[in-house]
């Protein structure tokens, strides 16, 4: 009940800080907002009135509490269930607290920026039972219809003010929690990629204390333009607290919201802001992991973002394990978990017996990087394991020779540029300090998954035609 009650308070105090606070109140029809559980949000004080209970004695309670104390007052229950298909309209009448009363009412869900039901709200607007339903009446209901539908946009704007940060007019924490869970669901059940950007402003209290606050507030309301201009419609951005503020990109792998974050900083770095001031940020970047839940989720992103201040700021750094982690969660019974199964095999014993210690030299590598092995170790393994896909190379082609397959030139160019673009990263990670990871990718991805299992198995028939003439020529 506490947890209700704290929330029916936050709605209600939203709301009254609203301009839309007089219209409802003064309002003649009935209004009633309850959670998904149940418990009244907010009721104005018709509804209250109506009820026989003050405003602050409804609210927090659930609605069976409140329905089963007051005599004929069923016809007044918003029950939030019953509006999952959408609005319905009701004519309903009965004898409330020994007055009997005739209403059109109406039902609708209260929707948050994904078309997700957050509550429910009833208006209830009495007409005059006795009333034949001729052609006047009918005009008349009709104007009541349209004055719900007025009061229905009004309420679904007062939801959105209880989920924006005044200053900025971006989303707050609350929006950003609930639609972090709607995108992790979405995860869990279906696969779809999502990643959390964290940015922060560069040295914002020295340009608070060198400006004011008035200076620094007007810098923070650009700063979220500048981001919302950088980012796609179905991406949010969320003032998590002073100068914090959170990109959540759905359908967004970790090397998307990379390049999404470099672009939100370079826009950012060459804008101007308050009185002519040039704003640079810092942003953190990790992708959601199954299973993690939020809290893991956004320290991930915090720590690179850490990170990138460390690094000097006006820099992205991203959470490259959570990349890894989420792209073999997605993956899990596909060729990039890198398990070796007897159907990838060839027929050809020297090139098969390559292949799979591809397979598990690759698992080496990986199992480094996940397990935080030394930057030594692990170089090592990236160096043996090149040299194994180089000596890979050069022995199919030889056996390609040998058999005749065609297009083994075309084949043959294709190593040439697998190797040298591994030999270039390669290269990164030993002067620049580049992620192993990316390298890891690259082999996974381009040399095993789509080179080894892909244009290879072109191949073996050719190889296999190759073994069973062999076979009968020693057999005659």
Request: charged share 25%; net charge negative; hydrophobic share 40%.
């Amino acid at each position: 009940m506490s947890g209700n009650r704290s929330l029916s308070h936050t709605f209600e105090d939203d709301f009254r800080e609203s301009l839309l606070h007089p219209l409802i109140e003064q309002s003649p029809t009935l209004i009633a907002v309850v959670s998904r559980k149940g418990a009244y949000l907010f009721a104005n004080a018709q509804f209250a009135s109506t009820i026989g209970l003050p405003v602050d004695e409804l609210l927090g309670r659930h609605e069976n509490d409140v329905l089963r104390r007051v005599d004929g007052a069923e016809l007044l229950r918003v029950d939030a269930l019953a509006t999952k298909a959408g609005p319905a309209s009701f004519f309903e009448e009965g004898r409330i607290r020994g007055r009997r009363r005739r209403f059109m009412t109406v039902r609708y869900p209260l929707r948050n920026s994904d078309g997700e039901a957050i509550a429910t709200c009833l208006t209830a607007t009495e007409v005059v039972a006795s009333q034949p339903c001729d052609d006047d009446t009918r005009a008349s209901l009709a104007s009541v219809e349209e004055r719900n539908g007025e009061l229905q946009r009004a309420l679904e704007q007062m939801e959105r003010l209880a989920y924006t940060d005044r200053l900025t007019g971006a989303w707050n924490r609350r929006h950003l929690e609930d639609s972090a869970l709607i995108e992790m669901s979405r995860a869990e059940r279906h696969g779809f990629p999502v990643s959390m950007l964290i940015i922060d402003v560069d040295h914002f209290k020295a340009l608070n204390d060198s400006h004011g606050h008035a200076v620094g507030d007007r810098v923070l309301v650009g700063l979220v333009c500048c981001i919302r201009s950088g980012i796609r419609r179905a991406d949010t951005v969320t003032r998590w607290g002073g100068e914090e503020f959170v990109v959540l990109a759905p359908d967004t792998p970790l090397h998307e919201a990379e390049r999404l974050a470099h672009k939100i900083r370079d826009h950012i770095a060459a804008a101007t802001f308050g009185e002519n001031l040039a704003v640079t940020v810092s942003i953190g970047v990790a992708e959601y992991e199954c299973g993690a839940g939020f809290e893991p989720w956004f320290a991930n992103a915090d720590r690179a973002l850490y990170k990138a201040k460390s690094a000097g700021r006006n820099s992205v750094v991203c959470d490259q394990l959570t990349g890894l982690r989420a792209s073999l969660g997605r993956s899990r019974n596909a060729p990039l978990q890198l398990n070796w199964r007897e159907a990838y095999r060839g027929g050809h014993p020297l090139l098969d017996g390559q292949h799979e210690r591809l397979f598990e030299h690759a698992n080496l590598l990986l199992d480094a990087i996940v397990c935080g092995a030394p930057r030594e170790e692990t170089l090592g393994i990236v160096q043996q394991l090149l040299d194994e896909v180089r000596r890979h190379f050069i022995d199919e082609e030889r056996v390609h020779a040998e058999t005749g397959v065609p297009d083994r030139r075309a084949h043959a160019a294709e190593h040439a540029r697998l190797l040298d673009k591994a030999d270039g990263m390669y290269a990164l990670i030993l002067h620049d300090d580049a992620p192993a990871i990316e390298l890891f990718q690259f082999l996974a991805y381009d040399v095993i998954a789509q080179h080894v299992l892909g244009a290879d198995r072109r191949t073996f028939p050719y190889l296999q035609k190759h073994d069973d003439s062999h076979d009968e020529r020693v057999s005659n």
